[in-house]
């Protein structure tokens, strides 16, 4: 069982940034898969960037150049650095981590960019 805690969620005027933070337990987190997903209002969750263990990382389109995945495998945390928000990136934030063939997600944490 993984647990995991998103942090750094609030509110951003248009062109402003935010830096999420996600905490996970367990001791292999250097192997653990990790993601940042988000859910908009009467839309589907959606993948925002994935980092593997190693480091390499993937993006989806829409937060290309503006987005930035990293990891601490040292203190078990993963950040998504979002910079230059437009008000499209406002959704629920969910921080993924994916074991083996098991996943979990953590609570979500509210981003909301409005001027």
């Known amino acids: 069982q993984v647990q995991l805690v998103e942090s750094g969620g609030g509110l951003v005027q248009p062109g402003g940034s935010l830096r999420l933070s996600c905490a996970a337990s367990?001791?292999?987190?250097?192997?653990?898969?990790m993601g940042w997903y988000r859910q908009a209002p009467g839309k589907q969750r959606e993948l925002v960037a994935t980092?593997?263990?190693?480091?390499?990382?993937n993006y989806a389109d829409s937060v290309k150049d503006r987005f930035t995945i990293s990891r601490d495998n040292a203190n078990n945390r993963v950040y998504l650095q979002m910079n230059n928000l437009k008000p499209e990136d406002t959704a629920v934030y969910y921080c993924?981590?994916?074991?083996?063939?098991?996943?979990?997600w953590g609570q979500g944490t509210q981003v909301t960019v409005s001027s």
């Open positions: 993924n981590c994916r074991v083996g063939k098991q996943g979990y």
């Open positions: 367990g001791s292999l987190f250097r192997l653990y898969f």
């Open positions: 980092i593997t263990g190693t480091g390499d990382t």
